[in-house]
């Protein structure tokens, strides 16, 4: 039995970010609407419309994550472990970052087999990868690139990039910015704490997926690596 | 860019907001799409389709008032208007898991969550169609129910080492299932649960095993299945076939209650759930259940008098049981749940008759003599009316409510006509064993055969208390089995001999000799019948307490 005075905050929680969604949703195709089939008039424009596309759908990603995070706390996210392929996976989060990428010059590679799958929650990895490749193109100088293969019969996905890397605090302990309540690290530590949570729920044969922060590699900047069963 | 692969394509757009339907239309516009057709409810979709074979549909799951996207995905693939090689996108802003874990029952060829933008769409719409064009011979043969043919195009394209192979895989197996071929199925299933245990493996081999009558194994595999994957639905409602085949309701009400518990918004399931709580007497869980299904069929293919009729049904066999203080309650409740038939279903003179008869009950239940004869004689002058041939469903609820009233010969009459007319078909043969005092069914004679024979063992090893348990587990499915009624009888003597101060035991042995007593003296069990009452009547009855 529930308390009159306590209200159900999952479902608060729930419903408004529905209704958030649907309007961010309304947003988003009005302003499609808006510019129609127009090329914008002048890079003032075309800037000004990035950034209404990238900060649209960084709402939603936080939204999507936010009610993640709290699931978790209630154990209550669900795991949807299906067979994908990797690549898709991979491809969509690039496409969905397509503006982004374009209006600030940057590379986007994938390097994964056409045919690799993998078992996973798709919309919970699709997260954590959309998040990380958001965070890289935030930090990189010119290029990213995502790839994945199958290491010691576990998936492997890397999101490299040829910024600076990671400060050395992160590198150390990816997870540790959330046993104190730090907003200066931002929406980078929560991703990351939410990548590990993401990451862990993914189990197989005793072992239980993984992150992991470098720097270095074939683009000398920082590399998020997520290990899945 | 691959845009002219959307010329030839035929769209229909479903959305209950204008805005949506037209934005998104404009988007398929801007893909090179030519063909655009759209619907603002499920019922305007479901006209489309009847029309045109759409290559695409795109379909928003909250539609409003009526059908949502689900029930429509549901009812297009039943009624086959969804073609294999035609690709399903539910369009969703719900983040609710209750949406999203029911609409992977009837699995979408894709998903999009708003907001989505046009190179989103395209990747999603690229990736689908290009699946289909690779798995194209084996979509096409089974839109034509084709099974071997689209099991040996599976073969080709695992040969040549497709990205779908793994997919193919799978298919193989369902198919050779569906084929009864269930070895081959078998051995793929198990050895792809072997190499590591995705759903459809587990799944496929707990059915399976199921067929082939390996219950213990197949219940093994399925729990497996539903501890690596919670929200496995599916497995679920094998579990509890299997144990309502083992005879177990109690494990099936439990395995129903939480496959419900995860996904309450199959009317199916609920009906599964309300079905096996019957039987196990819950009632109020019954209730709520038939409850359920009567609402969420709805706007669905599923709808129809049936699930209103259990409902009514089930009410009304409550009332017979019911304490004093809840009869009233659940007697308005009754009423209201026939009168709302009678107005749904009026131009349908079978459901008429039907929920007159359960009417009739309804008052024999709370002893209202007049208004019970009152109604039974409408419900005659109706039969008598009009000679057409009755419903196989009207007839039996025309002997149980004879049977209730305790109209013997009347109910015979209705039975035998049932038996002469409907014995060979198993799903009506299956009621009229509730009625009758040896099963018409092949199952249910195999079954009433095999619960004596291990009572009996049990009784034979001294164990009355699992002899017991046999019987009576039995007799809720044969009520009026002379047999099974005396080898009860047998069993409760034995254990009152040694422990008289049993209230319980002794009322039920009562129970078993008025289902017996009106067998004539030319009746096989009569002398059995007479010396386990003579038994009876020389034990003390226990005192009360």
Redo the contacts between chains.
């Keep these: 039995m529930t308390d009159e005075n306590h209200i159900d905050f999952s479902l608060v929680l729930?419903s408004s970010?529905?209704d958030m969604?649907?309007s961010?949703?309304?947003?988003?195709?009005s302003l499609?609407?808006m510019y129609g089939?127009k090329k914008p008039k002048n890079e003032d424009e075309a800037n000004g419309l990035a950034v209404l596309?990238y900060e649209?759908s960084r709402v939603?990603n936080d939204l999507?994550q936010l009610?993640g995070l709290y699931?978790l706390q209630k154990n209550?996210l669900?795991?949807?472990?299906?067979?994908h392929?990797v690549y898709?996976l991979l491809?969509?989060q690039v496409?969905?970052n397509?503006?982004l990428l374009t209006s600030r010059d940057i590379t986007a590679t994938i390097d994964c087999d056409?045919?690799f799958?993998w078992?996973f929650d798709h919309?919970l990895l699709a997260g954590v990868i959309n998040n990380m490749l958001v965070n890289a193109i935030r930090y990189t100088k010119n290029q990213v690139k995502l790839s994945a293969a199958m290491e010691n019969d576990h998936l492997v996905i890397k999101v490299a990039d040829n910024g600076t890397g990671y400060p050395e605090l992160m590198l150390k302990d990816p997870m540790g910015h959330m046993k104190g309540i730090d907003f200066h690290s931002g929406s980078t530590s929560l991703g990351l704490y939410f990548a590990g949570e993401a990451a862990k729920l993914h189990k197989?044969d005793g072992f239980h997926g993984n992150i992991h922060l470098e720097n270095g590699g074939e683009l000398k900047g920082g590399i998020f690596q997520i290990t899945i069963p | 860019m691959l845009t002219d692969q959307y010329q030839q394509k035929r769209f229909l757009v479903v959305d209950d907001f204008e805005n949506f339907r037209n934005s998104l239309k404009k988007m398929l516009f801007d893909l090179g799409g030519q063909y655009v057709d759209t619907a603002a409810n499920g019922n305007q979709a479901l006209k489309r389709c009847e029309q045109v074979a759409y290559d695409i549909l795109l379909v928003d799951y909250n539609l409003g008032d009526g059908k949502n996207g689900q029930q429509l995905l549901e009812q297009l693939r039943l009624t086959k208007l969804l073609k294999h090689t035609s690709i399903f996108i539910m369009v969703t802003a719900e983040v609710d898991k209750e949406v999203v874990i029911s609409t992977m029952e009837y699995q979408p060829e894709a998903y999009l969550a708003k907001p989505f933008t046009l190179g989103l769409l395209k990747h999603r719409l690229d990736k689908a169609l290009r699946r289909n064009e690779s798995l194209h011979d084996i979509l096409s043969a089974l839109n034509e129910d084709n099974y071997a043919s689209a099991i040996a195009h599976c073969d080709e394209l695992m040969r040549n080492g497709s990205r779908y192979s793994s997919w193919c895989l799978k298919t193989k197996a369902d198919l050779l299932y569906q084929l009864e071929h269930l070895d081959e199925a078998k051995s793929i299933y198990q050895q792809a649960a072997r190499e590591r245990q995705p759903d459809w493996a587990l799944l496929g081999l707990g059915k399976t095993l199921a067929k082939q009558k390996y219950y213990p194994e197949a219940l093994r595999t399925l729990t497996t299945l539903v501890q690596n994957n919670p929200v496995a639905l599916e497995g679920y409602d094998w579990i509890a076939k299997i144990h309502q085949e083992m005879d177990d309701y109690v494990s099936a009400q439990k395995a129903l209650a939480k496959a419900v518990s995860i996904s309450p918004r199959s009317p199916l399931r609920q009906q599964a759930l309300a079905e096996v709580c019957w039987r196990n007497n819950d009632w109020d869980m019954a209730i709520e259940a038939y409850g359920r299904t009567v609402d969420l069929s709805r706007h669905s293919i599923h709808y129809g008098p049936n699930n209103s009729l259990d409902l009514a049904r089930c009410l009304t066999s409550y009332v017979a049981v019911a304490d004093e203080e809840n009869i009233e309650r659940l007697k308005q409740d009754s009423l209201h749940a026939i009168s709302k038939i009678t107005k749904e279903f009026k131009g349908n003179s079978e459901v008429r008759m039907q929920s007159k008869l359960i009417e009739t009950r309804l008052y024999a239940a709370v002893r209202d003599e007049k208004k019970t004869k009152e109604m039974i004689n409408t419900v005659e002058a109706m039969c008598d009316k009009s000679d057409a041939r009755r419903a196989p469903e009207t007839l039996l609820e025309l002997a149980r409510t004879y049977t209730f009233i305790d109209d013997k010969e009347k109910a015979e009459e209705v039975i035998a006509r049932l038996t002469e007319e409907y014995a060979h078909d198993p799903l009506i043969a299956k009621q009229i064993d509730t009625l009758v005092e040896t099963p018409v069914s092949q199952e249910g004679k195999d079954k009433v055969a095999q619960f004596n024979k291990i009572g009996i063992q049990h009784y034979k090893n001294d164990e009355f208390i699992v002899a017991i348990k046999k019987f009576s587990t039995a007799l809720q499915l044969y009520p009026k089995n002379i047999v099974l009624n005396l080898n009860l009888a047998q069993a409760l003597l034995s254990q009152l001999t040694g422990n008289t101060n049993n209230q319980e035991y002794w009322d039920r042995c009562q129970l078993c000799f008025m289902q017996v007593e009106h067998i004539s003296e030319t009746h096989e069990q009569y002398g059995r019948y007479i010396q386990a009452k003579k038994i009876h009547d020389s034990l003390k009855q226990p005192s009360l307490n």
């Design positions: 729930a970010i529905h969604k649907n961010l949703s309304m947003l988003l195709h499609d609407q089939n596309h649209a939603n999507i009610l699931r209550q669900p795991l949807f472990t299906d067979e392929f898709d491809e969509e496409v969905k397509n503006v056409d045919a799958s078992y919309d197989r």
